[in-house]
């Protein structure tokens, strides 16, 4: 028998609308550069529109109904982005990837229930972690094998927030102006940054998730503090999965038809 979908008034847990915000924070925006991305032209303004409302239709779909269907086309389409993307930047290192996390996160709770047969509150979220702690682990281990000590120099990380430094509003520039001339403070902070990251593999364990949760949040605070990389989309899934839930309570468990 098919499982049927939750009605439209089923209120869903704030964590499963705080990650539906999550992956609209990084879908709206995508959408609407996509037209222009694929014609390389002015006036694609509507077009994109029209794609980054879809996106958020497919969301709340998947969000209110727990429509797999829905969620499983928000997923393509973001790959289609991400396909535009990397053809338009032509070899240009600074894509971003900051739906990397919350795509993951989500393609982990679409698959869990197929392959468990069944639907499962507390294993959709136990794979949503598995998907963020896989995510956070490569990201610090990119760094080490990408830069190695190098990453720990006082001037790899001073730089990088020197030249951000120039753009930013008054206060932010004299913070990034102050951390960049302080050799110690910039060796301080990378190191910082790769333990946390790093620990991204202790999210594995249910004890440890609210400490390395918190210092990731605070991360991702910093690097937007000191080089402008809001990552928004990152931290709400860390507290959604952290303090909230992504279905809803008592959780269904009937078999998937």
Request: proline share 6%.
């Amino acid at each position: 028998m098919a499982l049927s979908l939750p009605a439209w008034g089923a209120r869903p847990p704030w964590g499963r609308v705080a990650f539906a915000l999550a992956l609209c924070l990084e879908a709206v925006p995508k959408a609407i550069d996509m037209p222009e991305l694929l014609r390389h032209a002015e006036g694609s303004g509507a077009l994109g529109l029209a794609l980054a409302l879809g996106l958020v239709a497919l969301t709340s779909r998947w969000c209110w109904r727990e429509d797999d269907r829905a969620g499983w086309a928000v997923v393509v389409l973001f790959g289609v982005a991400w396909i535009i993307e990397r053809m338009s930047a032509e070899g240009h290192q600074g894509v971003r990837h900051g739906s990397l996390l919350p795509v993951s996160a989500l393609i982990a709770t679409l698959v869990t229930p197929r392959l468990i047969g069944r639907r499962s509150a507390e294993l959709t979220q136990e794979a949503a972690w598995g998907a963020v702690a896989a995510v956070y682990t490569l990201a610090g281990l990119s760094k080490v094998l990408g830069s190695g000590l190098g990453w720990f120099a006082p001037s790899n990380l001073g730089l990088l927030i020197l030249e951000r430094a120039a753009d930013a509003p008054e206060p932010l520039m004299r913070l990034r102006l102050a951390v960049a001339g302080s050799p110690a403070l910039c060796v301080a902070l990378a190191a910082g940054a790769l333990i946390a990251e790093l620990g991204g593999v202790l999210l594995l364990w249910p004890r440890a998730r609210p400490f390395v949760a918190l210092a990731l949040v605070f991360t991702h605070v910093g690097i937007a503090a000191l080089m402008g990389y809001v990552y928004a989309s990152w931290a709400i899934v860390l507290i959604t999965l952290t303090w909230g839930r992504l279905a809803r309570d008592p959780a269904p468990e009937a078999p998937l038809g």
